[in-house]
């Protein structure tokens, strides 16, 4: 802070450093934090987020004691802090923990810089002296592009700017955002830029008032007639009906289904093996195509031993159960399945939970605090990213597989020493098909003290010679701390589970909210689950021929000068980079009879549109040879292959 905080009385600086830690625990604007504000009814805190809060007070006065329990409003909280400083001799708040930004973004006295430190301080659980000017948004601030464009958007409000907001994709600090924006302010004459204090507002969730000129609701046509726009336009709309942005975007989503570039959620009417009919939604008919849009790698989902299973433990166990796993929902089949994955995965515990997606959430909240610091990988899948956001940690990206840019991130948080360290990463990426460098990630979080959490959702029954993941893989079994899967993609089933320790496990089974306060998969399905394990481990030659064919298409699809990244996988990525080419490719791919992924964002950024094509062991040679030709032919006519000579 300024020199100006020190000349305040000892209540008035108490008041102003706990503000800004509600502030960075819950998003609030500092001005919407009163002393008589009650945390539950006026600010929604609960119960959870207000340990939080203490914990973080505590730790910025340096107070060796915990704080009394039961504040109701800021002004108690206050008090409660005054009293344990008196108690302690010593009214001068402690700096926070670890080292100061080289450029601390205090005091610049710019009212665009102080726009976009507000609004990053809202978006992110950063206090206000933790947000360098000159930090680097992703590798040192874990601001990747969904929350740089909350950031960007909410400048643009502040700053009372018309328009459509900034592409701000090359910023890769706040100071090069703020320059970026000044240069919108200096092109808009008569724009009322505010000063320093920031305006008053209600927490991130219920943002200000729109600005004119922000609603998305109008077209936005080139000079093609093209509409330019993309999902990414729709997330930031603002507007005192909270149901205006769905407006906007259904206008948006009826004209590109109209135009046959947007065909998602269409229903099956078939198994979905080799090949699946589909309902085509928009022509009203029936149609079959040859199915490369499928998780079902080792062709388990349909397999007589595994429907055979579902069956059977549906007619003795029910549909389902009717109760969390602490409360009624457990059955020997939930504790069978555990104790098969956690010997397939050759790791001493396992925990199941009811998907993939709550795994990460429920694993990564209960293990990271705001104390902690979570290394991500800048390309993982979106219930990691969601993981990090719930558990309220300190986030750094890290450049997708650059291990130099990991030891970097690894060596700065070692130094601060503030709370341990969780490095999380795909072992397969889901949207590029290639491989994390688990055995540099194993090396550096040895030497850096930190743990590590690999998530296998596209590498469990696909790589290693058991194809129990990446771990096998590399030859590193035992060495990776926590090993993640989900069920609903080669184990044909639903769920999703951690293995690793047994008091690690045992933990996530008490402090996983997404386990604890939800009912688990159904019994039937835990008996196909395990009857998949069997057939994995019964016959080998399924992940045999699923590699056979991978290599197949993977070189008729590089010979034809397809770009398909570093992919080491069953996924094989079609890059395009272009969201209109790549959607106008997908629909030229379905038209002759073939499904695959068409990913754009939010999938993945802007700028890196794909079509993802995922293989099977199901697949004959005679579906790979037809699938190569129909990508070529649908290439060429889109313009992302030259035409033939």
């Not at 992703?138 to 900034?166: F, I, K, M, N, W």
């Not at 004119?212 to 330019?228: L, M, Q």
């Not at 009906?241 to 259904?250: E, G, P, W």
Request: charged letters at 25%.
């Amino acid at each position: 802070m300024t020199d100006s905080v020190d000349a305040l009385p000892d209540t008035a600086r108490i008041r102003e450093r706990v503000v800004h830690v509600i502030a960075a625990r819950t998003l609030y604007d500092e001005s919407h934090l009163r002393p008589e504000s009650h945390f539950e009814a006026d600010l929604g805190i609960d119960s959870v987020i207000m340990e939080s809060v203490l914990v973080s007070v505590r730790e910025h006065f340096g107070l060796s004691a915990a704080l009394p329990a039961g504040p109701t409003t800021i002004g108690e909280l206050v008090d409660a802090v005054g009293a344990a400083l008196a108690g302690t001799g010593d009214d001068r708040p402690a700096p926070a923990a670890g080292p100061p930004p080289a450029v601390p973004a205090e005091g610049t006295g710019d009212p665009v810089t102080e726009a976009v430190v507000a609004a990053a301080m809202r978006q992110t659980q950063y206090q206000r002296h933790q947000l360098g000017l000159d930090a680097d948004l992703e590798g040192e601030l874990g601001v990747d592009s969904v929350v740089l464009t909350s950031v960007v958007a909410e400048a643009t409000e502040r700053l009372g700017l018309t328009g459509a907001a900034p592409d701000a994709a090359g910023a890769t600090t706040l100071r090069a955002l703020a320059d970026a924006l000044r240069g919108l302010v200096a092109a808009a004459p008569g724009t009322a830029v505010p000063g320093t204090a920031a305006p008053e507002a209600a927490p991130a969730t219920g943002a200000a008032a729109p600005a004119p000129g922000r609603s998305g609701n109008a077209p936005a046509p080139g000079a093609d007639g093209w509409d330019h726009r993309s999902m990414k336009d729709f997330t930031e709309q603002r507007d005192p009906d909270l149901f205006a942005k769905t407006r906007s975007f259904a206008g948006y989503l009826r004209s590109r289904e109209k135009d046959r570039l947007y065909w998602y959620g269409m229903p099956l009417h078939s198994r979905c093996g080799s090949r699946a009919v589909i309902f085509d939604e928009l022509e009203g008919r029936k149609r079959e195509f040859l199915m490369f849009a499928s998780n079902n790698y080792l062709g388990l989902a349909n397999h007589p031993s595994v429907i055979e299973a579902v069956v059977d433990a549906t007619r003795t166990y029910g549909a389902t159960h009717t109760g969390s796993r602490f409360i009624g929902g457990t059955n020997m089949l939930h504790k069978e399945l555990e104790r098969r994955l956690a010997a397939f995965k050759q790791r001493p515990a396992c925990i199941v939970y009811p998907g993939g997606y709550s795994a990460n959430l429920g694993a990564i909240s209960a293990l990271v605090k705001s104390y902690d610091t979570l290394v991500v990988d800048r390309l993982n899948h979106m219930s990691i990213v969601d993981g990090a956001r719930l558990s309220g940690a300190v986030r750094k990206i890290y450049r997708h597989n650059d291990m130099a840019d990991l030891e970097r991130i690894l060596s700065r948080s070692a130094a601060e020493g503030t709370g341990g360290r969780l490095i999380v990463a795909d072992g397969v990426f889901s949207m590029h098909g290639d491989v994390c460098d688990l055995p540099e990630i194993v090396r550096l979080a040895k030497e850096y003290d930190a743990r590590v959490m690999i998530d296998d959702a596209h590498a469990t029954g696909v790589l290693g010679v058991r194809g129990s993941g990446t771990a096998e893989h590399f030859g590193l079994k035992g060495e990776v701390d926590l090993e993640l899967g989900t069920m609903s993609k080669t184990l044909a089933g639903m769920g999703g589970f951690v293995v690793g320790e047994e008091e690690v496990v045992e933990y996530l089974r008490y402090y996983s909210n997404s386990y604890v306060f939800a009912a688990n998969i159904p019994a039937g399905v835990a008996a196909g689950l395990i009857a998949s394990i069997d057939v994995i481990e019964s016959e080998p030659e399924r992940l045999k021929r699923l590699w056979t064919n991978i290599g197949t298409l993977r070189d008729r699809l590089l010979d034809a000068g397809f770009d398909l990244e570093h992919s080491e996988s069953a996924i094989l990525p079609i890059v395009i980079g272009d969201e209109r080419r790549a959607m106008e490719l997908g629909r030229a791919v379905r038209a002759r009879g073939l499904f695959c992924q068409t990913v754009v964002y939010p999938g993945v950024p802007l700028g890196d549109a794909r079509l993802r094509v995922s293989v099977t062991c199901e697949h004959t040679p005679q579906d790979l040879e037809l699938a190569a030709d129909i990508f070529v032919d649908a290439a060429r006519e889109t313009g992302v292959l030259p035409g033939t000579p």
